[in-house]
């Protein structure tokens, strides 16, 4: 439960974010980092459908890297 | 694109140019970094000497039998709509035959069981429906703080939650202060610290002399912070170091734990296979404790004769507290499998016997 999935910020109203990773697009609350922290277009960490912090795209695309590579030898 | 490997290779060269002559044991308390380092293949290329110990990592697997064994009671009184994280579903307690033994069984006799992947479902859902929605909630501090959100945020009235919520660093001072730890050095986790803050696990340092690094979940964060464990253990000299920089800051998300501490408070708690460790646990505190479902239901769980323990012949115990690595357990590939599996740390995706398993281990050693 602990795996955290970066996403990218598509647009926000109040406390609730419209995040996309690799085209899956969900609602993920900010109410954990405050709702001014955040613009369109940031990526953040998200974690049971809660931003845990905001971070670089750069480190977002490392994460999703591994994350690929995890589901890659997951898979089965 | 794929990672850059350049940084993990220069990092996995140091690590192998180091002189350790003896065992260096260095255990992880995350589920998530068990399965990064299992996947990446880290045990083949490390030096022989580096021992790589999944720890109590997995708050599925440590989730008591009296809280499932409530949370089943309570699904099967037919009063609720019972929602989980999808892993709680399948976890067995001890029970006597014929008897309701998991959520998932519960289900198939009738009970309204469902899965859940966050918080905000629970919510939509309590919304929508008459009946109460009861969340049973396991989980470490990445997941009890945006319960704690959830409800400060403002929930419907007939949504609660039933606690069954760890805090992780009192389960690794519990393991450290056991005289019998072999243990060498912490790799501390990444997400539960960028809530909780890096500094929380000064302690491993300060108190027990021992090197601790927190780590993000890449190759190069985690080659990184085992880097950083080894020189700290051969120079003598053990630090908290912070290899997971670019998200955790020293005093982690400020706001996530105001909320925490506002909702929540701490309490000792019982660990399945380890016992209680106190100040490990997490109760809603003053007002917020009308939305526990233990004061607003009435159910009757079945007394359990070996209260706290794993199934018969199963080692799960000992493989969470690092004592037993999953291949040694007499069951794991036989009588315990991802598809039929025997003890908690086979069923959860954060249990390290499964992800052994998806790792590519498929019989005992």
């Known amino acids: 439960m602990c795996l955290g999935i970066p996403m990218q910020v598509v647009a926000i109203d109040g406390f609730n974010a419209e995040c996309e990773a690799r085209g899956v697009m969900r609602t993920v609350s ?47 | 694109m794929k990672e850059d490997f350049t940084i993990a290779r220069a990092w996995l060269e140091r690590i192998q140019a180091l002189p350790i002559e003896h ?12 399965r ?50 999808g892993d709680m579903l399948r976890v067995p307690i001890n029970a006597p035959k014929g008897e309701v033994r998991s959520l ?76 019998e730890a072999r243990l060498d050095a912490l790799i501390a986790p990444g997400h539960v610290a960028t809530v909780m803050g890096a500094n929380e696990w000064g302690f491993v340092a300060d108190k027990y002399h021992l090197p601790v690094a927190v780590a993000g979940f890449s190759a190069n964060s985690l080659l990184a912070a085992l880097y950083s464990v080894l020189r700290q253990k051969l120079e003598g000299k053990p630090f908290l170091d912070n290899c997971y ?43 917020w404790r009308r939305y526990d479902a233990r004061e607003r239901f009435e159910f009757a769980a079945q007394p359990r004769r070996r209260t706290g323990e794993m199934p018969p012949g199963c080692d799960c115990a000992a493989v969470v507290l690092g004592k037993k690595q999953p291949d040694q357990c007499r069951l794991y590939g036989k009588a315990c499998t991802p598809q039929n599996p025997v003890g908690p740390c086979m069923v959860s995706d954060e249990g390290a016997c499964h992800i052994w398993w998806q790792g590519g281990t498929r019989a005992a050693a």
């Open chain 2, 245 to 287: 920089a670019e998200l955790v800051a020293p005093e982690g998300n400020k706001r996530a734990q105001a909320l925490l501490a506002g909702v929540m408070e701490v309490t000792d708690a019982n660990w399945r296979g380890i016992g209680v460790i106190p100040r490990s646990g997490f109760a809603l505190r003053g007002e």
């Open chain 2, 104 to 179: 998932a069984e519960a289900r198939a006799k009738g009970a309204d069981v469902r899965p859940i992947s966050s918080p905000q479902e629970a919510v939509a859902l309590a919304t929508k429906s008459e009946k109460p929605v009861v969340f049973f909630v396991a989980g470490f501090e990445t997941t009890t703080a945006p319960v704690a959100a959830m409800l400060a945020q403002g929930v419907p009235e007939n949504l609660s939650v039933l606690l069954a919520a760890r805090l992780t660093w009192p389960a690794v001072d519990a393991l450290l202060r056991d005289p």
């Open chain 2, 36 to 85: 990064s380092l299992t996947q990446l293949g880290l045990r083949g290329v490390l030096p022989p000497n580096v021992k790589l110990i999944p720890g109590p990592g997995c708050p599925v697997c440590v989730c008591p039998e009296e809280d499932l064994a409530d949370a089943i009671a309570l699904a099967l009184t037919g009063k609720v709509t019972l929602v989980a994280f």
């Open chain 1, 30 to 76: 900010l109410f954990m980092i405050g709702e001014n922290e955040v613009a369109v277009g940031d990526y953040v960490m998200v974690h049971v459908g809660y931003a845990l912090r905001k971070m670089t795209p750069e480190d977002a695309r490392l994460s999703w890297e591994l994350f690929d590579e995890i589901l890659e030898a997951a898979g089965e």
């Open chain 2, 23 to 34: 065992p260096v044991a260095v255990m992880n308390v995350c589920g998530g970094h068990e």
